[in-house]
């Protein structure tokens, strides 16, 4: 059994900062990609950045230039620094990591963009 633990979410002004975190264990032997992605209302949910244990990464266009992805394997922890957060930033972020090709979703946190 895989658990996530997701944190950092919250209320921010725009042009703001946040840091979320993710804490995988249990049964992470074989764990690859580490993700994040976000759902906002009424919109699909949609890749935001990845990283595969060798530290390639991806973001999202619309977030290149102020979100970083980043992982600590001795942790097994990826966090995502959002910097120049906007409105439109706003949605429920979610963890996903790959162990032997099956992927496994953290809760979701809430992350909301207004002043």
């Known amino acids: 059994q895989v658990q996530l633990v997701e944190s950092g979410g919250g209320l921010v002004q725009p042009g703001g900062s946040l840091r979320l975190s993710c804490a995988a264990s249990g049964s992470i032997f074989g764990l690859t990609t580490m993700a994040w992605y976000r759902q906002a209302p009424g919109k699909q949910r949609e890749l935001v950045a990845g990283i595969t244990n060798t530290g390639s990464t991806n973001l999202a266009d619309s977030v290149k230039g102020r979100f970083t992805i980043s992982r600590d394997n001795a942790k097994n922890t990826v966090y995502l620094q959002m910097n120049g957060l906007k409105s439109e930033d706003t949605a429920v972020y979610y963890c996903?990591?790959?162990?032997?090709?099956?992927?496994?979703w953290g809760q979701g946190t809430q992350v909301t963009v207004s002043s």
């Open positions: 996903k990591i790959r162990r032997l090709g099956i992927d496994f």
